[in-house]
């Protein structure tokens, strides 16, 4: 099975689910897992823990407020990077230029990782964020909550290398506009401000993490099968290729 690090995660439900389909998965972040976890690795994923064999990264929560598309507002005004015509209560623009480098320079530390499989969180990015990717960088693959059973609506973004987009596998029919049900599907977006608001707003959704663990954790298991015997698994496949055409 798959050795799997799931980094930027304290919820455990991304490892959980990975776990539970019997791949060696682990977690780290900078806080303890909700559920102190032995599996938790608490340290800085820049430091080191990228190069230790993994066959699949999952970046669930990296910081990305300053790089998606609403964020950059706050970023620059007219053109690139002339001063924002209005900041954050209490924030100077020194402040997010930092956290903007620390969302950059995260993002490019994953997606450089020597890790064969990689799929990392983020929205689609604004034009400041864009000019410090890799030129190769693909558009993410957008997907929604209820195409895997979960009631809610909340885009959400993967940037893929070695993985396939997910496939959905439990589409829910959607609620109709500015009914409760559809207001109950977008409490996400209207959770009012609060402490914990950026904590609950990114956590990740149980069907979707179900279906990420079980197709990328699939992925992984089969590139790490075909590096340690590429022969017989060569073989095996067009065995089965054969099988179906016939």
């Known amino acids: 099975m798959a050795k799997a690090l799931v980094a930027c995660e304290t919820s455990g439900i991304m490892r959980r689910a990975l776990a539970a389909l019997g791949h060696d998965a682990w977690s780290c972040d900078l806080a303890p897992a ?13 430091d080191g823990i990228l190069h230790e064999g993994w066959d699949l990264l999952a970046v669930m929560h990296p910081p990305c407020t300053r790089l998606c598309r609403s964020g950059r507002r706050w970023m620059s005004g007219p053109g690139k990077w002339t001063h924002p015509k209005k900041l954050p209560k209490g924030r100077s623009w020194a402040e997010l230029k ?3 480098e620390l969302g950059v320079d995260i993002f490019t530390a994953c997606w450089h990782a020597p890790i064969p499989c ?4 983020n929205p689609t990015m604004n034009d400041l ?9 693909p558009a993410p693959d957008i997907v929604q909550p209820f195409l895997f059973g979960d009631p809610a609506y909340k885009a959400t973004g993967w940037y893929l290398d070695g993985l396939s987009p ?9 609620p109709e506009r500015l009914s409760a049900e559809w ?23 149980q069907g979707m993490m179900n279906a990420a663990a079980r197709q990328w954790g699939d992925e992984a298991d089969r590139r790490r099968a075909l590096a340690n015997h590429p022969v017989c698994l060569t073989a095996k496949i067009t065995r089965e290729t054969l099988e179906k055409q016939s």
Do not use: G
């Open 118 to 121: 990689r799929a990392i969180e």
């Open 129 to 137: 964020a864009r000019d410090r990717m890799p030129a190769d960088l």
């Open 34 to 46: 909700e559920d102190r976890s032995n599996r938790h690795i608490i340290c800085d994923v820049r």
């Open 183 to 205: 207001k109950r599907w977008n409490r996400v977006h209207r959770m009012p401000p609060s402490q914990e608001r950026a904590r609950l707003r990114s956590r990740s959704f």
């Open 98 to 100: 930092a956290e903007f």
């Open 166 to 174: 997910l496939r959905e596998t439990n589409r829910l029919p959607e």
